[in-house]
């Protein structure tokens, strides 16, 4: 059974600031992880997808990811308030299927 | 932009019923999910298909699901008799190969 852990609380920034949230793999060999952001009561929508270690950047977001760590981090330059969401990191493994974490919500201050 | 599409937004339906689920995948998408997410839990998935077969499944999809591609367009997901605990956003999602999913909007099943 895969794992991915996000154990961070809600997190608070104000706008303008950078936003980091964190997630761990349980895999080793695992390949693929990706961002998801998920509004209150709505469907999860994919930020961005990271294979290779190191960073990927696209516009505000930027992924990070560590093989011999086994974590994945995404930034948020430049908060604004349309990015309070939950922030969900996903693993893909056999057939493609996705293993979530929980989430972190992110909170952003004007 | 193309995007997934599923309905109803909300189904109710009493507990011992039957329900089917809707969703039409962005059209050149090769793979098709269901997963489910319980009010307040992490998204779970809970079946892949491909080539008009099952490809992988979790322990939640027990012989009360079922799903099926019944024409080029829609995917469904049945439950058989639902359950109070299957109460649940039931999301589809598709992919063109080995990549991004793209997640419907889901539907809101509550069973009462």
């Known amino acids: 059974q895969k794992e991915v852990e996000q154990n961070s609380g809600p997190l608070s920034v104000p706008e303008g600031a950078i936003a980091s949230l964190n997630c761990t793999y349980s895999d080793r060999g695992s390949q693929s992880f990706f961002w998801y952001r998920q509004y209150s009561g709505k469907s999860p929508e994919l930020i961005m997808f990271i294979y290779s270690n190191g960073d990927k950047e696209d516009g505000r977001f930027t992924a990070q990811l560590n093989k011999a760590s086994q974590y994945v981090s995404l930034l948020i330059r430049d908060s604004q308030p349309s990015d309070s969401a939950t922030y969900l990191c996903?693993?893909?493994?056999?057939?493609?299927?996705?293993?979530f974490g929980k989430g972190n919500q992110v909170v952003v201050i004007p | 932009e193309p995007e997934v599409t599923q309905t109803p937004s909300h189904q109710v339906t009493q507990m011992g019923q039957e329900v089917i689920l809707r969703c039409v995948p962005i059209s050149n998408h090769l793979y098709f999910y269901w997963y489910r997410q319980i009010l307040g839990q992490k998204v779970e998935f809970l079946v892949s298909f491909y080539n008009n077969e099952i490809s992988e499944k979790s322990e939640i999809f027990d012989d009360q699901f079922s799903v099926e591609r019944p024409d080029g367009s829609n995917f469904t997901l049945k439950i058989r008799s639902t359950k109070l605990e299957d109460s649940a956003m039931y999301f589809c999602a598709s992919t063109a190969g080995e990549g991004e999913q793209f997640f419907g909007p889901g539907t809101r099943l509550t069973v009462l």
């Open positions: 996903a693993e893909s493994w056999g057939n493609n299927r996705l293993a």
